[in-house]
């Protein structure tokens, strides 16, 4: 904001100065919808956590319009409270195309269902899958000379709490690829252990490696969570 001095991003307390302070932005968005509302259809959404804001517009042509205004109504609510709009990661999609967005570490992107209906693919961003990899195969690397049970004891706190974030949606894939890259870890873990190569495929099948080593396998994706938001007061 104003000032100088400012919050560091990724700070305990930023999150909660962010959600006090664009508040009046969540007000603003309100009353555009209420304006915009046909009955119970809304033409414009929007969800907000922290500083990272994604605002939907009715795709059909009659609505472009509101595409930029909602934007210079946003600019100008932002200018109000002496917030600068980050440019660089600020962008304008048409989701009626192949283009997607992310938000939270989620990519969403617009298909149609096999009813024919159209509805959001949620999947898990690749770099979010990238950081996770990359976090776990530090620790395999650290660990390498320790016994498998305790690299198994650091990594399945991890595993947890990325799976429960991204469990829902269409993660199935994303989780199939990161069950399977956390067991050949595991193997060649073992095989090092006992001073061979090879990555001991033969040796531990999936099923002795969860119920004799313990390793997190509730990889289970959860479909249909309705979430609601609060809107602003």
């Given at each position: 904001?104003?000032?100088?001095?400012?919050?560091?991003?990724?700070?305990?307390?930023?999150?909660?100065?962010?959600?006090?302070?664009?508040?009046?932005?969540?007000?603003?968005?309100?009353?555009?919808?209420?304006?915009?509302?046909?009955?119970?259809?809304?033409?414009?959404?929007?969800?907000?956590?922290?500083?990272?804001?994604?605002?939907?517009?009715?795709?059909?042509?009659?609505?472009?319009?509101?595409?930029?205004?909602?934007?210079?109504?946003?600019?100008?609510?932002?200018?109000?409270?002496?917030?600068?709009?980050?440019?660089?990661?600020?962008?304008?999609?048409?989701?009626?195309?192949?283009?997607?967005?992310?938000?939270?570490?989620?990519?969403?992107?617009?298909?149609?269902?096999?009813?024919?209906?159209?509805?959001?693919?949620?999947?898990?961003?690749?770099?979010?899958?990238t950081a996770l990899l990359q976090k776990l195969k530090e620790i395999f690397r650290r660990f390498q000379s320790q016994p498998v049970d305790r690299v198994i004891e650091l990594?399945?706190?991890?595993?947890?709490?990325?799976?429960?974030?991204?469990?829902?949606?269409?993660?199935?894939?994303?989780?199939?690829?990161?069950?399977?890259?956390?067991?050949?870890?595991?193997?060649?873990?073992?095989?090092?252990?006992?001073?061979?190569?090879?990555?001991?495929?033969?040796?531990?099948?999936?099923?002795?490696?969860?119920?004799?080593l313990g390793l997190f396998s509730d990889y289970r994706v959860r479909y249909n969570i309705e979430t609601?938001?609060?809107?602003?007061?």
């Amino acid at each position: 904001a104003g000032g100088s001095r400012g919050v560091p991003q990724g700070g305990v307390i930023s999150p909660l100065l962010s959600n006090l302070y664009l508040n009046e932005v969540d007000k603003m968005l309100e009353r555009a919808k209420e304006v915009t509302r046909c009955r119970r259809y809304t033409y414009i959404e929007y969800a907000r956590f922290a500083d990272d804001l994604v605002i939907l517009v009715d795709g059909y042509r009659k609505w472009k319009w509101l595409v930029q205004a909602v934007y210079q109504r946003l600019l100008e609510e932002l200018a109000r409270l002496d917030v600068q709009i980050n440019t660089e990661k600020t962008r304008q999609g048409d989701l009626t195309g192949d283009e997607s967005f992310g938000f939270l570490g989620f990519d969403f992107r617009r298909v149609k269902t096999l009813r024919g209906q159209w509805g959001a693919h949620i999947t898990p961003r690749m770099k979010a899958r990238t950081a996770l990899l990359q976090k776990l195969k530090e620790i395999f690397r650290r660990f390498q000379s320790q016994p498998v049970d305790r690299v198994i004891e650091l990594i399945n706190p991890i595993l947890r709490g990325w799976v429960n974030y991204f469990r829902v949606g269409h993660s199935s894939r994303c989780f199939g690829y990161v069950k399977a890259w956390v067991e050949k870890k595991i193997r060649r873990h073992l095989m090092r252990a006992r001073k061979r190569k090879g990555f001991g495929r033969d040796r531990w099948n999936s099923q002795w490696i969860y119920r004799n080593l313990g390793l997190f396998s509730d990889y289970r994706v959860r479909y249909n969570i309705e979430t609601k938001a609060l809107p602003a007061r």
